[in-house]
Each structure stands twice: as structure tokens, then as C-alpha cells.
């Protein structure tokens, strides 16, 4: 029970300090008052508030949605690393805007359902809906209910718009040798053919260390992953988060090719890595250099298109690259030509490239856009991912015959069905299908010709 107690001021009158005990039985001060009422008043107080958050208190309900989510649940809810931002990012877009300032107690089935038929009509996806609904909400209140916040679990047994799983794309290995070709330099190259032959995680891939790869018995050991993250995710305020274990958070060891282990034995030989240091990592970009097109042997076809004004400017001039806005390789040239006299004369100097501030591993945005993207379209293929080398992994050893356990161990699936999946999902696995109904049909085919 809390209690004042009396002490004389520096002006010589006396002054009350409140003290109330909170949830540890520690004596804490609720502030010093001129009077004793109010010192009263105010240890009072603190006991009520320590009172409310005690479990089975009916006022602990009383709190927002906002408040629980936020100062409650989040900050304390354990998911993997890059988890909680995702979490974060889908409370405050899709779940705030609804629940924000509903009373925990107040939260019913009837309003989740609601909530769901309001994330429908401003055109959300059903995956977007099942994830907040299936992942956030429902380990939020599931939280709640253990903390005695709520009495009932309002999201439990809500059902959410179905959202049917896409279909894998598998490339063939006819496709992935374009795609490899494509690629801009023999690192990048290495990458992909390690991912390829490997089955490995982006984040396991490009955490992979030298001393990971036993040269000799060819056997590749997976222990750890790396995450980027934000900033403020981050513990050290750093972007990657090197996690001690994979995703399935199980080492896993299987065996490479002799000739893929080979190539990444003669990288490591080149570049001097030692047994802790990674072996694929990222490089700044290079100072670009601006290609000029020989166009001195092509004639000038003459004046430009009439602009907005009506006016017409000659190819290969200035006037005409800014005032018509041509970019015919005449007038690029041009321009070209008068940014490098502006360089030479030391009036001007070109943009240093953007360089991203790593520890030494890759990023993936980075990656995706600078090298896989551009590969991808020179190769002549659209929507194709970096991870679907993983799923090609897998369809293709499923195709050539191996185990499915084996598979399932390469991959580090937690469940054997997730293995499953990747039967015959390469192009050309429903020809035996067609082959066989070929086979029954000739004859009545013969027959009816």
C-alpha cells in the first residue's frame, strides 16, 4: 500500500512526497506535493495504474488497439530478422487505419470480418488480406489473450478472399545458358551457376565462405544466412544481419559438382580469399564513360521535326538536341561532344557513381536491378527471378531422376510435400501424358480417317 512521507523544504516549509510499490514490490515516487491530500491523490493513482496492467483486470481491455500494437506487442513479439519491419509496415498501412482506436475488449469477429470486406473494396490483394489477417492479427490477439487483454480471440476462425497460388515458372537449361551468357562479368556468372547447382537461398549463397567449401570431398556446408535490413532494424544501426543459422535453422552439407567446385576453388585462388572471407561480394561501380557513336561517316539527314512552336532546328546541333528535344545519335552526339570539351577544359566533371555502403555482401535490390534485370532482357526472358534458380534446382534433379528425400535435404525443406511441388513442373513433363493419350488414340484415329 502506498503511503506520504513528510520532509521540510530548502524555504523551510514542509513538502509531501508520494510513494506507491509497483509490479516488482519496488517503492517508487509518484512526485512531491505542497499538501498532503494531493500526495495522497497521487500515490493512489500509481496503484491504480499498477493495478490495470496486472492480468484479469478488466481495464487492461481499455487500451487501444494502437497502444497494444505498437508499445505492447511489437516491440516485445520475437519474429525473424526483417520480419518486424514487415510487420510494422502492414500495421500502420492496412491495420491502423481500421483497429487504430478500437478498445482491445471491443474487437469482435463481426469487426475483423468487416475490416476484411473494407481491405476488398479499396482494391487490396488476397494475399495482402491473408497475410495481415493470417500472420498479424492473428499472432496479435493470440498474444493478447495469453496477456489477458482480451477474452475472446476476434480473428480466429475469420475466413479471408482465397488467393491461389501461382504456378512456378522452371527455366530450361537451354534458357539458363542464354541467361548466363548474358550475364556482364565471369563474378556474376559464378554466382548464378553456383545458385543453379546448388539449390542455395539468396541469403545463404552470398553468406558463403571459403572455409564453407571442402575443395577436396566437394561438399558444401550451410550454416549460416545473411538479411538486410533497415537501419533502424538493425541492432548496430548497420543494413546486414549475418543470422547463425539458415532459414530451416538447421546446418544442412551436400555435395557440389567436380566442375563447379573447381571454378569456385580458381576464384578463390585468384582473389586471395582467406577461409573467412566471402566469396561472392559486392564491387562499386566503375567511373562510366560516355560511348560517342561514330557518326561522322553518316550524312546529316537535315532539319528536325517542327516543335511545339513550330520551329525547326538542324541535326547535330545543340539547339536542336535541347530546344527540339531530338535524340537521334546526330544530336546526342553533339551533346556528347560538348560535355566532354566542358570535362577537358575543367568546367565540368561527370557524376561519380553511387556507390552502396556494404560490409562486403551483396545487395539484393542492387543486384536485381543493376545485374540480373539487364541479363534477363538481353536473354530474351520476362518475370524471371533470381530465386526461381532454386526452383529450377530442384525441378531439374527431380527430373533427372534423383530421390525426393535427397532433394528435400539438398533444399532444407522443412516438409517433404514443399518437395513435392517441384514434380514435374518442367515444360516438357506433361509429353509423356500426351505420348500415352497418342498411343490410345492412333487406332481409332486410323480407324475413323
Known amino acids: 500500500m502506498g503511503f506520504s512521507r513528510k520532509r521540510i523544504g530548502r524555504d523551510g516549509k514542509p513538502r509531501y512526497t508520494a510513494y506507491y510499490l509497483d509490479i516488482r514490490g519496488q517503492e517508487r515516487s509518484a512526485g512531491t506535493f505542497p499538501n498532503k491530500k494531493d500526495a495522497n491523490d497521487a500515490w493512489k493513482k500509481a496503484e491504480g495504474t499498477v493495478s490495470g496492467g496486472k492480468p484479469g483486470d478488466p481495464s487492461r481491455g481499455k487500451q487501444t488497439f494502437e497502444a497494444y500494437a505498437l508499445d505492447k506487442w511489437l516491440p516485445h513479439h520475437q519474429p525473424e530478422p526483417g520480419v ?20 482491445m475488449r471491443d474487437i469482435m469477429p463481426e469487426h475483423v470480418r468487416e475490416w476484411v470486406t473494407v481491405m476488398k473494396g479499396k482494391g487490396a490483394s488476397a494475399q495482402t488480406i491473408q497475410y495481415c489477417k493470417g500472420s498479424v492479427l492473428n499472432a496479435l490477439f493470440t498474444t493478447a489473450l495469453t496477456d489477458g487483454v482480451v477474452t475472446i480471440h476476434p480473428s480466429h476462425g475469420v475466413k479471408t478472399p482465397p488467393a491461389p497460388g501461382k504456378p512456378r515458372r522452371i527455366i530450361t537449361p537451354a534458357q539458363f545458358d542464354c541467361l548466363y551468357q548474358a550475364l556482364p562479368d565471369p563474378d556474376a556468372q559464378l ?33 549460416r544466412a545473411v538479411v538486410e535490413l533497415t537501419q533502424d532494424d538493425h541492432p548496430d544501426g548497420g543494413r546486414f544481419l549475418v543470422k547463425d543459422y539458415p532459414k530451416d535453422k538447421e546446418y544442412r552439407r551436400f555435395k557440389l559438382s567436380g566442375q563447379i567446385t573447381a571454378k569456385i576453388q580458381a576464384h578463390v585462388t585468384a582473389k586471395s580469399l582467406g577461409s573467412d572471407d566471402l566469396i561472392f561480394t559486392y ?28 520551329r525547326q532546328y538542324r541535326h547535330g546541333t545543340l539547339t536542336a538536341y535541347n530546344a527540339a528535344r531530338c ?13 566532354a570539351s566542358r570535362r577537358s577544359g575543367g568546367r565540368d566533371s561527370p557524376r561519380t557513381p553511387r556507390a552502396r555502403d556494404t560490409d562486403g555482401h551483396i545487395p539484393a535490390d542492387w543486384f536485381r536491378h543493376q545485374v540480373w534485370a ?21 525441378s531439374w534433379l527431380l527430373a533427372g531422376g534423383a530421390d525426393l528425400q535427397v532433394v528435400k535435404d539438398r533444399l532444407g525443406h522443412a516438409s517433404i510435400a514443399t518437395t513435392e511441388k517441384y514434380l514435374h513442373s518442367l515444360p516438357t513433363a506433361d509429353e509423356t501424358a500426351l505420348d500415352a493419350l497418342t498411343k490410345i488414340r492412333s487406332p481409332v484415329t486410323a480407324g475413323s480417317a
Request: one cysteine or more.
Open 84 to 103: 518486424r519491419s514487415n510487420y510494422a509496415g502492414h500495421i500502420r498501412n492496412h491495420l491502423l487505419p481500421f483497429f487504430g482506436p478500437m478498445k
Open 191 to 223: 554466382l548464378a551457376e553456383t545458385a543453379i547447382e546448388s539449390g542455395m537461398r539468396w541469403g545463404e549463397l552470398t553468406e558463403t565462405r571459403t572455409g564453407d567449401v571442402d575443395f577436396e570431398t566437394c561438399i558444401l556446408t550451410v550454416s
Open 374 to 394: 539487364p541479363a534477363c532482357k538481353a536473354a530474351g526472358l520476362s518475370k524471371v527471378r533470381f530465386h526461381d534458380l532454386r526452383h529450377a534446382h530442384a
Open 327 to 339: 535524340r537521334c545519335e546526330h544530336c546526342r552526339g553533339a551533346y556528347a561532344d560538348y560535355r
Open 283 to 310: 564491387r562499386p561501380p566503375a567511373q562510366r564513360r560516355t560511348r560517342r557513336h561514330d557518326t561522322d561517316t553518316v550524312p546529316v539527314p537535315g532539319m528536325t521535326e517542327p516543335n511545339e512552336k513550330g
